[in-house]
């Protein structure tokens, strides 16, 4: 589609599932990327089912999970459209009025550019052995994410202990550990 003599306005849609990107979608967008000799064009990233677990915070993760950082420019714009539990049950769901708003306003703001057909290579369908790799990868990530919350949990509850021993003891180690505890808020 890249290779007619015509402007476009490039929006890549991925969608979460369980809060993190598709290894799929990342190496669709990579591979499309990757085939446009031209890094300097702005495209556009919708992100679909956002849920509540996702915050405004994690859209640079997101987008760095997905694109290769480093080899392709980071996309000019970025949408997070929430998830619709009840047009989900719909066999002809449409966007609810806060999705259609911004998508329309992130259509709008989208700049449209010429990509000279001689600057587009032929786009490889995704190698599944590199989404496996890829998904692979995230769950690892996720699950370091998940041991790293378990030691700093264990380790708050060995702190919190301290405290409270130093606070029961008296004297000086007493103030000590009403410092702590303010310090903490525990």
Do not use: W
Not at 75 to 86: D, H, T
């Amino acid at each position: 589609a890249l290779k007619l003599n015509k402007n476009y306005i490039v929006i890549f849609v991925m969608t979460l599932e369980a809060g993190r990107v598709r290894g799929q979608d990342s190496a669709t967008i990579n591979a499309v990327l990757g085939a446009v000799k031209e890094r300097k064009f702005p495209y556009s990233i919708c992100i679909n089912k956002v849920g509540a677990q996702v915050g405004a915070n994690s859209n640079k993760n997101l987008i760095e999970d997905c694109i290769q950082v480093g080899v392709h420019k980071t996309p000019r714009l970025v949408a997070m459209l929430k998830v619709e539990y009840e047009k989900m049950e719909s066999k002809n769901s449409v966007l609810g009025k806060d999705n259609k708003m911004i998508l329309d306003l992130m259509i709008e703001n989208s700049q449209p550019v010429f990509i000279p057909p001689s600057s587009v290579s032929n786009v490889l369908p995704p190698d599944a052995k590199a989404i496996s790799n890829l998904n692979s990868r995230i769950d690892e990530l996720i699950n370091e994410n998940k041991r790293m919350q378990e030691q700093h949990a264990h380790e708050m509850n060995a702190l919190r202990n301290s405290c409270n021993s130093f606070s029961r003891s008296g004297g000086l180690f007493s103030l000590f550990g009403k410092a702590l505890d303010k310090m903490f808020d525990m």
